[in-house]
């Protein structure tokens, strides 16, 4: 008997600041996974890859901007159908740059009381709550 191996992803996530307290969320493109959901950017931790050198990366990639990684928010583990997630969660600081739909379809800066219009994947429940104490 044999048990089919379930992917494993560790990512690094990043909840984005300016200087009005709002946050940058985006919508990821509609194909795929999640798709069309809004999440906080960010992306998988490669080899050898600390979490901030990752988040910075990726955020870079993924939105053209330059962040200021800081203190750690909150580490979620999170099991989808397909696969499951660690999400390691850093607050960030906005540094320079504006934000540019590079690998996904929209991107939004919101307020704590704007951000439950918006549809995440589930695990981001945990991130919103931590958000909100924090
Ligand atoms: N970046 C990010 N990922 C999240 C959030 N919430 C959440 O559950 N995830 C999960 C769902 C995503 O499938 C996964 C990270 O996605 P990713 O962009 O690194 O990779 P992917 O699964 O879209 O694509 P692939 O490279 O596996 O093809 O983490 C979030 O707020 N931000
Ligand atoms: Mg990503």
Not at 1 to 16: E, N, T, Y
Not at 20 to 27: E, N
Not at 46 to 58: F, H, N, S, Y
Request: contains cysteine; aromatic residues 8%; proline residues 4%.
């Amino acid at each position: 008997m044999s048990l089919s191996p379930v992917a494993h992803k560790v990512i690094g996530v990043a909840a984005i600041w300016n200087d009005r307290q709002q946050i940058l969320i985006d919508k990821r493109r509609q194909h795929g996974l999640h798709g069309g959901f809004w999440e906080f950017p960010g992306g998988k931790i490669e080899p050898g890859e600390t979490i901030e050198a990752c988040i910075e990366r990726e955020i870079m990639e993924e939105l053209g901007i330059v962040v200021e990684v800081g203190d750690r928010l909150i580490t979620i583990d999170h099991d989808y159908t397909k696969f499951t997630v660690r999400l390691y969660v850093h607050h960030c600081r906005h540094i320079s740059g504006e934000p540019q739909t590079i690998e996904c379809d929209e991107i939004r800066w919101v307020t704590l009381d704007e951000i439950d219009q918006f549809t995440f994947p589930k695990a981001n429940a945990q991130i919103i709550a931590a958000l909100r104490k924090s």
